[in-house]
């Protein structure tokens, strides 16, 4: 029972990354997937300057939801 319920514990975690990655957030690959789309269908060559904010943007994204769960946490101990 107890190798059975680790494996589909890692199972679970491993989807779960896989789908977060997939969001349109521009740091992660959903964000690429969305970046690539836009120069291949409407513009082809996109300033340098916008992908370093394009992804700068997607950082802070994740750098606040880090900083929420991680006060979540501490406030529900």
Same mark, same amino acid.
């Given at each position: $029972?107890?190798?059975? #319920?680790?494996?589909?514990? %890692? *199972? @679970?975690? #491993?989807?779960?990354? *896989?789908?977060?990655?997939?969001? /349109?957030? /521009?740091? =992660?690959?959903?964000?690429?997937? &969305? $970046? &690539? #789309? &836009?120069?291949?269908?409407?513009? /082809? $060559?996109?300033?340098? +300057? @916008?992908?370093? %904010?394009?992804? +700068?943007?997607?950082? +802070?994204? &994740? =750098? ?5 769960? @991680? @006060? $979540?946490?501490? *406030?529900?101990?």
């Amino acid at each position: $029972n107890g190798f059975v #319920s680790y494996v589909f514990f %890692v *199972a @679970f975690i #491993s989807l779960n990354l *896989a789908i977060i990655n997939l969001l /349109p957030i /521009p740091v =992660l690959d959903g964000g690429q997937i &969305i $970046n &690539i #789309s &836009i120069e291949k269908f409407i513009k /082809p $060559n996109l300033r340098e +300057m @916008f992908q370093v %904010v394009w992804n +700068m943007m997607g950082l +802070m994204i &994740i =750098l606040v939801l880090l900083v929420i769960v @991680f @006060f $979540n946490d501490v *406030a529900r101990i």
